[in-house]
C-alpha cells in the first residue's frame, strides 16, 4: 500500500534526523537538502539508501541529483510506489 505524501514526508524527516541530527521538524517540503539542510554529498547518498530501504523503492543515481528539495523527494518516493 503506497504511503501518503505526510507519511513519506515523517519517515524521510526521520532518516534525515538520523544522519544528520537535523531536527525533524526542520524537514519540510519547501527545504533544499544542500542549501537549507546543508548536507553533503556523502549524507545524501546515504539517505537515499535508507529512504529506499524504508519506503521500498528504486532511487536511480542519475535520479539523485534531480532531487533538490525535500518536496522533490517525496513526489520522486510517493509516484515511485503508486
Given at each position: 500500500?503506497?504511503?501518503s505524501q505526510d507519511e513519506v514526508l515523517a519517515g524521510l524527516?526521520?532518516?534525515v534526523?538520523?544522519?544528520t541530527d537535523i531536527d525533524t521538524a526542520e524537514?519540510?517540503?519547501e527545504k533544499s537538502f544542500t542549501?537549507?539542510?546543508d548536507i553533503d554529498s556523502l549524507s545524501m547518498m546515504t539517505i537515499v539508501t535508507l529512504a529506499e530501504e524504508k519506503f521500498d523503492v528504486r532511487i536511480?543515481?542519475?535520479?539523485?541529483k534531480d532531487l533538490v528539495?525535500?518536496?522533490d523527494a517525496v513526489s520522486f518516493i510517493t509516484d515511485a510506489q503508486a
Open positions: 500500500m503506497a504511503l524527516a526521520e532518516i534526523n538520523e544522519e524537514v519540510t517540503l542549501d537549507d539542510l536511480p543515481d542519475e535520479k539523485v528539495t525535500v518536496g
